[in-house]
């Protein structure tokens, strides 16, 4: 009896994913654009340090409110009319340099107050790692005090629903397009930064032996540093995106978008740039497809039953290798 | 050291209370003193308090606050009609947490100018206070207290102004079955406790009127996307979609359909009745959307009272919110039974539990349980133009 009817159901939802499965599809990119984005955080400070900075999630919050800020000053309103053409495309890159920007100076501070302390003294993994949840949770609980514990608005800056074109059917939206292609773009822009750059040189020499590289004359504070900027950067990237996509923010917006980045980062090999890039569409597509196989409820279930799987074969995640090992 | 320790213990608790209590008395609202000698109206020779209990700060003070100023609104209204009997004013702020509750409601039967309460405004705190306002005799009238089952355990001083959640869910459905003729609905949720119950009321009685619930979805409250959602709707082509949660979730939801080029109608529970809702889907978006409650929530059209909006604007410098109106009725109830010469809880608690009295949202009359007599009514709320505009009654 029992059977039947999950059995009925899972024929419904296939069918549900038949039909509609470019509609899932391009949803799921998009948010799995964002989860990549961010899990390139995650994955950098993880390939150099070691360590997990759980603190990442917040920095992504800050974003969003820096965000939010450069709507303010430029002075939009929620219900302003839409921009188009060249005046669009300098809000966005306006708004863009600022989320970038209080999210990378807020990611250099975070390392200079919550880690570099810790690891002067010679501290264990572990202490940093607490170190991570509690600057995570007094950043969050900071905005909380300061901004409230409501949602805020993120103005509409363009008319985003407008169909780009058309995928087997289903209406690209121009804000998807919009995520996906500034999400590839600035994964690219990283990977060839880390891959071809001198400044990317030390970051790989420092993640595959710290000592070494010290004794050949890589100054460890400065790729510290570096790491850090370069994932807040990429947190920053998102939290635009993101406040493009969803419209709207407040103190612990990061949390659950932190915890699905960082399993993105696992997913696809933690320490590995492109593994971060693969795991957040990933994770982006499961959810959706998960979602109408089983039901919205199942959603989580279903990812993390795939990362479970995953790490059981493959325990360093789909691609596995570690930052270091790159090629230059 | 042990035996210091526990000495320590119920000293602290003592110092604690005492702290607690000296910060309420700042609350307690000075009467006019200069007021001119009576002329007319009501004489009363005792000082008499009417107290408001429920959340003024944290995360629920938003409703807390909707009501406790409509509670003051009728008082001070009171006490400029009637320089003789100057009314006090006092709030137990119990933060909507049940675990806060006990030692505010002791408080309050402490105070023998106490003669009755507007509140507990929710039914948490209803479960851990009503025991001890029942031992006192202390009379409450509560604005929105919506727990069915609040009814059933005997209480004697228990008075509800509104309808119970077991009225809601059926007038929804017969709502979308009548009124919108709508064939296909889509039942969504948001898992919580609340909003789960709500959608599956909703969903058994569409079912049982013959409307086809094609689709049935539990978001996270969480997440943000809930595109996949949109998607299943968008597939099964509904006429209407409900949803039972919160206000931030359902603009959230309601935004994110609109924006998939979904078209139906868009109908929600008391959770989502929140000018939050618009301000979460955005004025274009909400547009049309239908928030129903038990309370009456019409800014400009309470009947006898068209100018309350006004009033209470002037009173309190906010707008009126869901239970504002119904704060409001329960102070002037409490008042009425004041005025006909009621001045002990005793007295006071056989007129609510007796008399008949004309509020501004509707008639009061209590059965001895202290649900209100006759049928259960249900109000829409509809958002027009970027603002919630009264709708009407739609079940009861």
């Given at each position: 009896m029992i059977a039947t009817v999950v059995l009925a159901s899972l024929s419904e939802g296939a069918r549900l994913l038949r039909d509609n499965f470019w509609d899932y599809t391009v949803t799921g990119a998009t948010i799995g654009a964002i989860y990549s984005l961010v899990a390139l955080g995650y994955t950098l400070v993880y390939g150099v340090l070691r360590l997990i900075n759980f603190a990442h999630s917040e920095i992504f919050m800050i974003g969003t409110f820096g965000a939010l800020y450069a709507t303010q000053w430029l002075g939009f309103d929620p219900g302003d009319p839409k921009k188009t053409g060249i005046a669009l495309i300098g809000v966005l890159l306006f708004c863009l340099v600022i989320a970038m920007a209080v999210s990378g100076a807020s990611a250099v501070v975070l390392e200079r107050i919550a880690y570099r302390p810790l690891r002067r003294r010679g501290s264990t993994r572990l202490a940093a790692l607490i170190s991570a949840i509690g600057a995570s949770f007094a950043i969050s609980e900071a905005f909380a005090l300061w901004r409230g514990r409501n949602f805020e608005q993120f103005p509409r800056l363009f008319d985003k629903t407008h169909t780009v074109f058309t995928l087997f059917g289903y209406d690209v939206r121009a804000d998807q397009v919009l995520i996906i292609l500034s999400a590839l773009f600035m994964m690219v822009a990283l990977d060839q930064f880390v891959r071809r750059t001198r400044l990317g040189r030390g970051v790989r020499a420092v993640a595959q032996n710290s000592e070494t590289a010290q004794l050949m004359g890589v100054n460890i504070d400065r790729v510290i540093v570096l790491t850090f900027l370069l994932g807040g950067l990429m947190a920053g990237g998102a939290a635009l995106l993101d406040m493009v996509f969803l419209e709207q923010t407040r103190y612990n917006i990061g949390f659950i978008l932190g915890v699905k980045a960082f399993t993105a980062a696992v997913l696809g090999g933690i320490g590995n740039l492109r593994g971060a890039l693969l795991g957040g569409f990933v994770l982006g597509l499961v959810e959706n497809y998960g979602s109408a196989l089983f039901g919205t409820q199942w959603k989580d279930v279903i990812s993390f039953t795939l990362l479970v799987a995953v790490l059981m074969f493959r325990p360093t995640g789909l691609l596995g290798e570690s930052l270091g090992k790159a090629r230059a | 050291?042990?035996?210091?320790?526990?000495?320590?213990?119920?000293?602290?608790?003592?110092?604690?209370?005492?702290?607690?209590?000296?910060?309420?008395?700042?609350?307690?609202?000075?009467?006019?003193?200069?007021?001119?000698?009576?002329?007319?109206?009501?004489?009363?020779?005792?000082?008499?308090?009417?107290?408001?209990?429920?959340?003024?700060?944290?995360?629920?003070?938003?409703?807390?606050?909707?009501?406790?100023?409509?509670?003051?609104?009728?008082?001070?209204?009171?006490?400029?009609?009637?320089?003789?009997?100057?009314?006090?004013?006092?709030?137990?702020?119990?933060?909507?947490?049940?675990?806060?509750?006990?030692?505010?409601?002791?408080?309050?039967?402490?105070?023998?100018?106490?003669?009755?309460?507007?509140?507990?405004?929710?039914?948490?705190?209803?479960?851990?206070?009503?025991?001890?306002?029942?031992?006192?005799?202390?009379?409450?009238?509560?604005?929105?207290?919506?727990?069915p089952d609040l009814s059933t355990l005997g209480w004697t001083i228990f008075h509800r102004l509104i309808a119970n959640d077991d009225s809601q869910g059926p007038a929804i459905a017969a709502h979308i079955a009548g009124e919108l003729a709508a064939a296909k609905v889509a039942v969504i949720d948001d898992n919580s406790e609340y909003g789960l119950s709500l959608a599956e009321i909703v969903a058994g009685e569409l079912e049982a009127a013959g409307v086809e619930v094609t689709v049935t979805d539990h978001v996270d409250p969480a997440s943000q996307d809930f595109s996949a959602t949109v998607t299943k709707v968008k597939d099964a082509g509904v006429d209407v979609v409900m949803y039972g949660g919160y206000y931030a979730e359902a603009g959230r939801l309601r935004k994110q359909l609109v924006d998939g080029g979904v078209t139906a109608g868009f109908i929600s529970g008391d959770g989502s009745l929140d000018p939050g809702f618009i301000e979460a889907a955005g004025a274009e978006a909400a547009e049309g959307a239908i928030l129903t409650a038990a309370a009456f929530f019409s800014p400009d059209g309470y009947t006898g009272g068209a100018d309350f909006g006004a009033k209470f604007l002037a009173d309190s410098g906010s707008a009126p919110g869901l239970y504002s109106a119904e704060g409001y009725d329960g102070a002037n109830l409490i008042l009425a039974a004041i005025t006909a010469g009621n001045t002990t809880r005793e007295a006071i608690n056989t007129f609510l539990s007796t008399a008949s009295f004309q509020g501004i949202t509707k008639t009061f009359k209590f059965l001895p349980n202290g649900e209100l007599d006759g049928p259960a009514a249900i109000y829409a709320t509809v958002v027009e133009g970027g603002v919630l505009v009264g709708a009407g009654q739609i079940g009861g």
């Open positions: - | 050291m042990k035996k210091w320790f526990r000495l320590l213990v119920p000293i602290a608790a003592v110092a604690l209370l005492a702290a607690a209590c000296g910060d309420d008395d700042d609350d307690v609202a000075t009467t006019d003193e200069t007021a001119a000698p009576a002329a007319a109206g009501v004489v009363c020779a005792d000082p008499l308090t009417i107290a408001f209990f429920g959340a003024q700060t944290g995360d629920a003070a938003n409703l807390g606050l909707n009501e406790s100023r409509g509670a003051e609104l009728a008082i001070n209204e009171f006490n400029a009609a009637n320089p003789a009997c100057q009314i006090g004013y006092k709030a137990f702020d119990s933060q909507g947490n049940p675990d806060n509750a006990p030692a505010l409601a002791q408080q309050a039967v402490d105070e023998a100018a106490i003669v009755a309460i507007v509140g507990p405004a929710f039914s948490g705190e209803s479960r851990t206070a009503n025991p001890i306002f029942e031992a006192a005799g202390l009379p409450i009238v509560t604005p929105s207290a919506s727990a």
